[in-house]
């Protein structure tokens, strides 16, 4: 199965979270039945679902374990067409990811510990209003 070609557009039409495919250095990999699992939030993996996510993934600075997972999701290859977005050339170890890739840590914890305040906060407004 992971010998099938895709097209930009045939991976497009697999775009939400129970049909969820991405492109990551020209390789199509199924993310449908990670999206739950992603440390990392669904939110990450719709943010990019149907498209090219190489920078995005690498920005973050994935582990070998990570790679590990995403290697089991393949599905195939992307046959790249006239007229396709171009592939954004990613060069490890430049300056340019270096500061993004610390940037988007950064706000994604940022965003947890936010929805993990917020849901505290939920939490204790629900058992006060109840015992009223």
């Known amino acids: 199965m992971a ?6 557009s ?4 697999h775009s939400t979270k129970k049909d ?9 990999y199924n993310t449908s039945s990670f999206v739950d699992e992603h440390p990392g939030g669904e939110e990450v993996l719709l943010d990019v679902g149907g498209q090219d996510a190489t920078e995005a993934f690498e920005d973050v600075g994935h582990s ?5 997972i ?3 999701l393949l599905v195939g290859t992307l046959k790249r067409q006239e007229g396709d977005p171009k592939p954004k ?23 947890l510990i936010g929805g993990a305040l917020a849901y505290g906060a939920y939490q204790y407004l629900q058992t006060k209003q109840e015992s009223t």
Do not use: M, N, Q
């Open 10 to 13: 045939d991976v497009s039409a």
């Open 20 to 28: 969820l495919y991405l492109v990551i250095h020209d390789k199509v």
């Open 89 to 111: 050339s990613y060069e490890p170890g430049s300056t340019a990811s270096a500061d993004s890739s610390g940037l988007g840590v950064g706000v994604y914890a940022l965003i």
């Open 64 to 68: 070998d374990e990570a790679r590990e």
């Open 3 to 8: 010998d099938k070609e895709f097209t930009y």
């Open 70 to 72: 995403l290697d089991g």
